[in-house]
């Protein structure tokens, strides 16, 4: 029997954020332009407009480099990233309404 074409996975916009759930959630992705830096975050403007807070710890890698362990995360950003950067990030849902980036990738403009 054929498969409902309406069962499959609609693609993704990268900027929408599932339902509401448990506790933490895994592998969200988000692309956009960076508009903004301060401290331990990066904020992100998607393709429709929308200013998310990606959280940034250690154990975030930027363009597949830690930030090393010894390192001032609000220094590193600055060094790695700059306002109007493209970027895809991977990040997960932590206590419901926190984004912690697991990756920050630049893309090419």
Known sequence: MPQDPSMQEPPSSGSQMPGTGGSQMQGQELSGSVVA?????????????AVV??????????????????????SHLKRELKEGDQVRT????????????????????
């Open 53 to 74: 807070p990606i959280g940034v710890n250690h154990s975030t890698q930027i363009d597949g480099k830690p930030i090393e362990k010894h390192r001032d995360i609000q």
């Open 37 to 49: 830096m301060r401290r331990d975050k990066v904020y992100i403007k998607d393709q429709n407009g």
């Open 90 to 109: 991977r990040f997960n849902v932590e206590k419901t309404t926190e984004n912690m980036a697991s990756s920050i990738e630049k893309m090419s403009k």
